[in-house]
């Protein structure tokens, strides 16, 4: 790989004296910060490794939304379902909250929306309904049933209010809003197989766990499931791979010894401004620019060559996961980790054997 | 290198039973009595028992809804003493580095995950892989699959069915084939909320038991070791020993493993209507020589509960402890996840406690009765030593069971059992069945030849629990990896795989189905081993002659 693809101080560097230089840091900071934008199964094993060895703490920069699902998870419970398996039966779709084709621009298609459900017992045109929103979902003109428009900020009421319409209770809404609410809890008790699309980003976790709960009283008589749309899924593959190897998700530390989570403690936005964090190791095996608050601190910056940080102490060119290299990763379709060929190998480090090579250059001391 | 585990009391049942004397281990192996040479290592091992390494046939350690037991309930799990320098992670709760060494310490080396849906064999086997010491397998579920139950409703022949799960095997990288409810979490997704062995799956129009006898006809026709290991339909319900009985007739002989029969031990009696029925159901077993079963004991804790019965986990859902759960639709196959506390002041957690321990000592063949928890179901996998001794002393069931609600004696015939297991029985169950069960020829026993997985314990009479919970020394392939029930190290196990022989005419149309089903290549249940941390972790075994 070309020289000048490694810095330090904006200086070019061969490797070896970058792994060198962030090895040092890292082994002279008495809180170091992994804070991961983009990586693999394969980087997150090595960054959690190399954080649990020197003490460290593992972050993602969308831990935010990501921990707002696990909230739900972790307080109340969830239903979901996998985009391939509600493409197949889905009859009705409910959408809530706005932008969720821009968010997921596939959407349309991977859910096929515009398709008859194949393992329907019979087949028929699905229903699509929109809550929120202003009904700028163009990708959708011609699907949609029926749509109550609502800001962002009422979506929690409105929410509660459709839960309370198709549990038959009492609601104090208008005449007009609560007929169009019970039509729709009409169409979603009808439903065979429903499936409600919902996004952490417009939604807090009290909205989400109310969405839940619809979802509850729907399974009581209906099939229901839910599928989130925004978090993103490079947070999901670390939060898999550090859920079987620590057995918490990230915003976890191991200055102790052995792993503890909190969302507060570890968030490293926060370590940073209080200034306990005293280095920082950012690790974007995919396009992306460290956010402008992350330069506050001593920065080991581990990026797609040419993307320079002009902020970084030290920088290190990875190749791209999945394209420089075979990658295995979250994939919403499945739900799952699956794995991917590179789609143009090169022979450049992965962040994965970066991490491990900087960890090969720590001393004995830092174990 | 020449070791020698000298003058220990050597329980090793497959080798016609138990000897006092010297036990040799060279490189992986162990080996006879080398004569004329000295060995380069000796261990001490007078008095102390001496066995195989304990195998595992039934334990849900790695895998997509195990992670997401561990991330629903961080609060059982919490951390609390540093992990030591050359086992990083291992004193994190419920992470693959724990299990590891957790297994380990009590002298098991082998741990099949018996509940691996295709779509998410990857993410079981990057689990495995960091699973340090143990050597493991996965069972790959089939039978509430699209692809298969259309092949039945279109009556296919058992050819191309055969194929089909030999591809999936083969692809997965599973040790043998697992069914769950057999159309029972596909029937869920129509709406179904309880679904027995004659009962139709909509769309397909085919029945349980159609699904199970074509997968244990395949199995036959692969020859693969492990007969088909069947998740009955019904769990967990009141008076469900019918759907028990009724399976082992259907299986008219043909090779067939029960999983978890604890959890189909009931009757009605009693003013609960919930009462134990594994004194009938431990006589049909003993009456089926083609079946076998593992007990999925019950044993009092918090845990949780994680199946890909789907079904099932959504009707326990109302009862989990804590309130939450998940519940997850899945390609094919999803799970469910509840939390659930077993109590011992709980009527029915009580009868189920007796039922399984009933199974144990009613089923008199331990060759065909395996030790399991079904962990972390029925209880963590940590309970083994308690269960252990339980089975071995009359009189400390009596002291459990005295501490239950009265009514508990009343519901089981727990109480008026003598049966004690003798250590040559509990080898027999832990370690020379499993092995012949799974087809593991070189392990389960300590004749020469023999991978060198190995466990000595304590001798203690007084305290058959500290004595399994604490091994005094493991050996796995030769490598001292416990002294005193402390790990001492890591080391990569391996992933064991059964890879029959069939015709590949049905691949294409796999390709073709994927593409159009799932708008993605069949790499989807294609393990590529070069993807994993240690690609060289498999080990095939070898198929029934």
Same mark, same amino acid.
């Given at each position: 790989?070309?020289?000048?693809?490694?810095?330090?101080?904006?200086?070019?560097?061969?490797?070896?004296?970058?792994?060198?230089?962030?090895?040092?840091?890292?082994?002279?900071?008495?809180?170091?910060?992994?804070?991961?934008?983009?990586?693999?199964?394969?980087?997150?094993?090595?960054?959690?490794?190399?954080?649990?060895?020197?003490?460290?703490?593992?972050?993602?920069?969308?831990?935010?939304?990501?921990?707002?699902?696990?909230?739900?998870?972790? /307080?109340?419970?969830?239903?979901?379902?996998?985009?391939?398996?509600?493409?197949?039966?889905?009859?009705?779709?409910?959408?809530?909250?706005?932008?969720?084709?821009?968010?997921?621009?596939?959407?349309?298609?991977?859910?096929?929306?515009?398709?008859?459900?194949?393992?329907?017992?019979?087949?028929?045109?699905?229903?699509?309904?929109?809550?929120?929103?202003?009904?700028?979902?163009?990708?959708?003109?011609?699907?949609? =049933?029926?749509?109550?428009?609502?800001?962002?900020?009422?979506?929690?009421?409105?929410?509660?209010?459709?839960?309370?319409?198709?549990?038959?209770?009492?609601?104090?809404?208008?005449?007009?809003?609560?007929?169009?609410?019970?039509?729709?809890?009409?169409?979603?008790?009808?439903?065979?197989?429903?499936?409600?699309?919902?996004?952490?980003?417009?939604?807090?976790?009290?909205?989400?766990?109310?969405?839940?709960?619809?979802?509850?009283?729907?399974?009581?008589?209906?099939?229901? /499931?839910?599928?989130?749309?925004?978090?993103?899924?490079?947070?999901?593959?670390?939060?898999?791979?550090?859920?079987?190897?620590?057995?918490?998700?990230?915003?976890?530390?191991?200055?102790?010894?052995?792993?503890?989570?909190?969302?507060?403690?570890?968030?490293?936005?926060?370590?940073?401004?209080?200034?306990?964090? =005293?280095?920082?190791?950012?690790?974007?095996?995919?396009?992306?620019?460290?956010?402008?608050?992350?330069?506050?601190?001593?920065?080991?910056?581990?990026?797609?060559?040419?993307?320079?940080?002009?902020?970084?102490?030290?920088?290190?060119?990875?190749?791209?996961?999945?394209?420089?290299?075979?990658?295995?990763?979250?994939?919403? =379709?499945?739900?799952?980790?699956?794995?991917?060929?590179?789609?143009?190998?090169?022979?450049?480090?992965?962040?994965?054997?970066?991490?491990?090579?900087?960890?090969?250059?720590? /001393?004995?001391?830092?174990? | 290198?020449?070791?020698?585990?000298?003058? %220990?009391?050597?329980?090793?049942?497959?080798?016609?039973?138990?000897?006092?004397?010297?036990? &040799?281990?060279?490189?992986?192996?162990?080996?006879?009595?080398?004569?004329?040479?000295?060995?380069?290592?000796?261990?001490?091992?007078?008095?102390?028992?001496?066995?195989?390494?304990?195998?595992?046939?039934?334990?849900?350690?790695?895998?997509? +809804?195990?992670?997401? %037991?561990?991330?629903?309930?961080?609060?059982?799990?919490?951390?609390?003493?540093?992990?030591?320098? +050359?086992?990083?992670?291992?004193?994190?709760?419920?992470?693959? &580095?724990?299990?590891?060494?957790?297994?380990?310490?009590?002298?098991?080396?082998?741990?099949?995950?018996?509940? $691996?849906?295709?779509?998410?064999?990857?993410?079981?086997?990057?689990?495995?892989?960091?699973?340090?010491?143990?050597?493991?397998?996965?069972?790959?579920?089939?039978? #509430?699959?699209?692809?298969?139950?259309?092949?039945?409703?279109?009556?296919?022949?058992?050819?191309?069915?055969?194929?089909?799960?030999?591809?999936?095997?083969?692809?997965?990288?599973?040790?043998?084939?697992?069914?769950?409810?057999?159309?029972?979490?596909?029937?869920?997704?129509?709406?179904?909320?309880?679904?027995?062995?004659?009962?139709?799956?909509?769309?397909?129009?085919?029945?349980?038991?159609?699904?199970?006898?074509?997968?244990?006809?395949?199995?036959?026709?692969?020859?693969?070791?492990?007969?088909?290991?069947?998740?009955?339909?019904?769990?967990?319900?009141?008076?469900?020993?019918?759907?028990?009985?009724?399976?082992?007739?259907?299986?008219?002989?043909?090779?067939?493993?029960?999983?978890?029969?604890? &959890?189909?031990?009931? *009757?009605?009696?009693?003013?609960?209507?919930?009462?134990?029925?594994?004194?009938?159901?431990?006589?049909?077993? @003993?009456?089926?020589?083609?079946?076998?079963?593992?007990?999925?004991?019950?044993?009092? *804790?918090?845990?949780?509960? $994680?199946?890909?019965?789907?079904?099932?986990?959504?009707?326990?859902?109302? #009862?989990?402890?804590?309130?939450?759960?998940?519940?997850?639709? *899945?390609?094919? #196959? %999803?799970?469910?996840?509840?939390?659930?506390?077993?109590?011992?002041?709980?009527?029915?957690?009580? $009868?189920?406690?007796?039922?399984?321990?009933?199974? &144990?000592?009613?089923?008199? +063949?331990?060759?065909?009765?395996?030790?399991?928890?079904?962990?972390? @179901?029925?209880?963590?996998?940590?309970?083994?030593?308690?269960?252990?001794?339980?089975?071995?002393?009359?009189?400390?069931?009596?002291?459990?069971?005295?501490?239950?609600?009265?009514?508990?004696?009343?519901?089981?015939?727990?109480?008026?059992?003598?049966?004690?297991?003798?250590?040559?029985?509990?080898?027999?169950?832990?370690?020379?069945?499993?092995?012949?069960?799974?087809?593991?020829?070189?392990?389960?026993?300590?004749?020469?030849?023999?991978?060198?997985?190995?466990?000595?314990?304590?001798? #203690? +009479?007084?305290?058959?629990?500290?004595?399994?919970?604490?091994?005094?020394?493991?050996?796995?392939?030769?490598?001292?990896?416990?002294?005193?029930?402390? $790990?001492?190290?890591?080391?990569?196990?391996?992933?064991?795989?059964?890879?029959?022989?069939? %015709?590949?005419?049905?691949?294409?149309?796999?390709?073709?189905?994927?593409?159009?089903?799932?708008?993605?290549?069949?790499?989807?249940?294609?393990?590529?081993?070069?993807?994993?941390?240690?690609?060289?972790?498999?080990?095939?075994?070898?198929?029934?002659?």
């Amino acid at each position: 790989m070309p020289q000048s693809a490694c810095f330090i101080d904006a200086r070019a560097v061969s490797r070896a004296e970058a792994v060198r230089s962030a090895a040092a840091l890292i082994e002279a900071s008495r809180l170091p910060v992994f804070l991961v934008r983009a990586c693999d199964v394969a980087g997150a094993r090595a960054a959690i490794r190399l954080a649990e060895r020197v003490g460290g703490i593992i972050d993602h920069v969308d831990a935010e939304a990501a921990l707002r699902e696990l909230d739900v998870m972790r /307080s109340f419970g969830k239903f979901i379902v996998t985009p391939n398996e509600s493409r197949q039966r889905a009859d009705t779709v409910l959408l809530v909250g706005a932008g969720l084709t821009k968010l997921w621009p596939e959407m349309v298609g991977r859910l096929g929306l515009g398709e008859l459900p194949r393992l329907a017992l019979q087949p028929e045109r699905r229903r699509i309904l929109c809550l929120g929103g202003d009904g700028d979902e163009t990708s959708l003109s011609g699907l949609v =049933d029926q749509t109550i428009k609502a800001p962002d900020e009422a979506l929690p009421g409105v929410v509660a209010a459709l839960r309370a319409c198709v549990a038959k209770r009492r609601v104090g809404l208008s005449a007009s809003h609560k007929s169009a609410l019970d039509t729709i809890a009409e169409k979603l008790r009808a439903a065979q197989y429903g499936l409600v699309i919902y996004s952490p980003l417009s939604l807090d976790v009290l909205a989400i766990e109310m969405l839940m709960g619809l979802v509850v009283d729907l399974n009581k008589t209906t099939r229901f /499931s839910t599928l989130s749309v925004g978090a993103s899924g490079n947070a999901e593959t670390l939060m898999q791979t550090a859920g079987w190897m620590t057995g918490f998700p990230v915003r976890t530390g191991f200055g102790r010894g052995f792993p503890e989570h909190d969302p507060w403690r570890f968030d490293t936005a926060r370590l940073i401004e209080s200034g306990e964090a =005293d280095v920082v190791i950012w690790i974007a095996s995919a396009a992306a620019e460290p956010p402008s608050w992350v330069s506050r601190c001593p920065l080991v910056a581990l990026t797609l060559p040419g993307s320079a940080v002009a902020q970084a102490k030290v920088q290190i060119a990875v190749g791209r996961h999945g394209h420089d290299h075979d990658t295995i990763e979250f994939v919403r =379709d499945v739900q799952a980790l699956a794995w991917r060929a590179a789609s143009g190998a090169s022979d450049l480090p992965s962040a994965a054997a970066t991490l491990d090579e900087i960890a090969t250059s720590l /001393s004995r001391e830092a174990a | 290198m020449l070791t020698c585990l000298r003058g %220990g009391r050597i329980i090793d049942p497959a080798n016609g039973g138990e000897r006092v004397g010297d036990l &040799f281990i060279e490189g992986e192996r162990i080996v006879a009595e080398p004569l004329g040479r000295k060995a380069d290592q000796i261990y001490d091992v007078t008095g102390k028992i001496v066995m195989a390494g304990g195998i595992d046939i039934h334990s849900h350690i790695a895998g997509g +809804n195990v992670n997401t %037991g561990r991330l629903l309930l961080p609060e059982l799990h919490p951390g609390q003493t540093p992990a030591s320098a +050359n086992l990083p992670l291992s004193s994190a709760g419920w992470s693959t &580095f724990e299990t590891g060494c957790l297994y380990a310490k009590m002298g098991f080396t082998t741990v099949v995950e018996p509940a $691996v849906s295709p779509h998410h064999a990857l993410h079981a086997h990057l689990e495995l892989a960091d699973t340090p010491i143990i050597d493991k397998a996965i069972l790959t579920v089939l039978g #509430n699959d699209d692809f298969l139950l259309s092949m039945l409703r279109e009556r296919e022949t058992p050819t191309a069915i055969a194929q089909y799960v030999g591809t999936m095997l083969v692809g997965t990288r599973g040790l043998g084939i697992k069914c769950i409810n057999a159309g029972g979490a596909t029937a869920f997704k129509y709406n179904a909320r309880a679904f027995s062995l004659d009962d139709v799956v909509p769309h397909y129009g085919v029945t349980s038991r159609t699904i199970v006898e074509a997968l244990q006809r395949a199995v036959v026709d692969l020859k693969i070791t492990h007969p088909l290991h069947l998740h009955m339909n019904n769990l967990g319900i009141a008076g469900n020993v019918d759907t028990a009985i009724a399976t082992i007739e259907a299986a008219r002989g043909m090779p067939l493993h029960l999983a978890h029969l604890q &959890f189909y031990s009931y *009757g009605t009696e009693g003013k609960r209507g919930f009462s134990s029925a594994a004194a009938p159901l431990a006589e049909a077993v @003993n009456g089926a020589k083609n079946i076998t079963v593992d007990v999925g004991q019950v044993m009092f *804790g918090p845990t949780f509960t $994680v199946s890909l019965d789907v079904l099932r986990q959504y009707n326990g859902s109302q #009862n989990a402890r804590p309130r939450k759960s998940v519940i997850f639709d *899945g390609d094919a #196959n %999803g799970g469910g996840i509840v939390p659930y506390d077993y109590r011992r002041s709980d009527f029915y957690n009580a $009868v189920q406690w007796a039922c399984g321990l009933e199974l &144990f000592l009613l089923i008199d +063949n331990p060759w065909r009765v395996f030790f399991t928890t079904d962990h972390p @179901n029925g209880a963590p996998f940590t309970t083994y030593p308690d269960l252990l001794a339980l089975l071995m002393s009359r009189d400390l069931r009596a002291q459990w069971l005295a501490e239950m609600p009265r009514s508990v004696a009343e519901m089981t015939t727990l109480g008026s059992i003598g049966r004690e297991y003798s250590l040559q029985e509990i080898a027999t169950m832990t370690r020379a069945a499993p092995a012949k069960l799974l087809g593991l020829g070189d392990r389960g026993h300590l004749g020469s030849g023999a991978r060198a997985d190995i466990a000595v314990y304590d001798n #203690n +009479n007084d305290n058959r629990a500290a004595m399994f919970r604490d091994a005094h020394l493991v050996f796995k392939d030769g490598d001292l990896v416990v002294r005193h029930g402390q $790990v001492t190290h890591y080391r990569a196990g391996r992933t064991l795989e059964s890879r029959p022989d069939f %015709g590949h005419a049905i691949e294409r149309r796999l390709d073709d189905y994927y593409e159009e089903v799932y708008r993605a290549p069949r790499d989807l249940v294609t393990i590529h081993a070069e993807a994993l941390p240690h690609a060289d972790m498999f080990e095939e075994v070898s198929l029934r002659p």
